[in-house]
């Protein structure tokens, strides 16, 4: 199975920072906005922020204010940037792709790819 991959948790005091990175497999020519979600425990996954494939974003309310996703428009990559980091912030974060590429010679392809990668895990400790 090919997912994208989460990577950048770990355990950081409250008030810290981290930065997750999500990576897609090359996959040229395919494209994907691409999402980040987080699921504690007994919770369903919230969803974060997502960012397009030409670099517009919308947020949610998880983190608002204190988180800030980018990526590389070169590569299918996104970031987290995480700022301010608080105890309730302590998950497993998701990186979650959509398929942009508008070709339709493509789309099996680029939709094989699994939406969801397996997370990286943030604690954040008080």
């Known amino acids: 199975q090919v997912q994208p991959v989460e990577s950048g948790g770990g355990s950081v005091e409250s008030g810290g920072s981290l930065r997750l990175t999500c990576t897609v497999p090359d996959d040229a020519p395919c494209t994907y906005d691409m999402s980040w979600y987080r699921q504690g425990l007994k919770k369903e996954r919230e969803f974060i922020a997502k960012i397009f494939t030409d670099g517009t974003t919308h947020y949610g309310d998880v983190g608002k204010g204190r988180f800030t996703i980018s990526r590389d428009t070169a590569v299918n990559t996104m970031s987290l940037q995480m700022d301010d980091l608080k105890p309730e912030d302590t998950a497993m974060y998701y990186c979650?792709?959509?398929?942009?590429?508008?070709?339709?010679?493509?789309?099996?392809?680029?939709?094989?790819?699994?939406?969801w990668g397996q997370g990286t895990l943030v604690t954040v400790s008080s």
């Open positions: 979650k792709t959509d398929n942009s590429y508008s070709d339709a010679r493509y789309q099996i392809i680029c939709n094989a790819l699994d939406q």
